[in-house]
């Protein structure tokens, strides 16, 4: 088990950039796949962004790609979510979840370890 703790979320207007920051707990987060997770009021939590154990594979939904960047840091534990030119539809909780192994899920039922969330406002 990891233990995840997300921070950065904030209210910021529409073409704005938040970095959300992931800490994990343990010596093996180098094991785990990290996928970052959103969910709006009255929405199903969807992906948004997936990287593998190395940082060498990363997986983005459509609606984001080419403004959201998922990166890591295995020496400090981390893993990154940069989101640049925010629009109002981005706004939601914002998770980030962890699933031991090499390979990279895009699904919810694929993960195991997810932390708290944090609050992610884009105004128009």
């Known amino acids: 088990q990891v233990q995840l703790v997300e921070s950065g979320g904030g209210l910021v207007q529409a073409g704005g950039s938040l970095r959300l920051s992931c800490a994990a707990s343990?010596?093996?987060?180098?094991?785990?796949?990290m996928g970052w997770f959103r969910q709006a009021p009255g929405k199903e939590r969807e992906f948004v962004a997936a990287i593998s154990w190395d940082g060498g594979r990363t997986y983005y939904t459509d609606s984001v790609k080419g403004r959201f960047t998922i990166s890591r840091d295995n020496a400090k534990n981390t893993v990154y979510l940069q989101m640049n030119s925010l629009k109002p539809e981005d706004t939601a909780v914002y998770y980030c979840?962890?699933?031991?192994?090499?390979?990279?899920?895009?699904?919810?039922?694929?993960?195991?370890?997810w932390g708290q969330g944090t609050q992610v406002t884009v105004s128009s």
């Open positions: 979840a962890a699933r031991p192994g090499i390979s990279v899920r895009t699904s919810v039922n694929d993960y195991d370890n």
């Open positions: 343990g010596r093996t987060f180098r094991s785990y796949s």
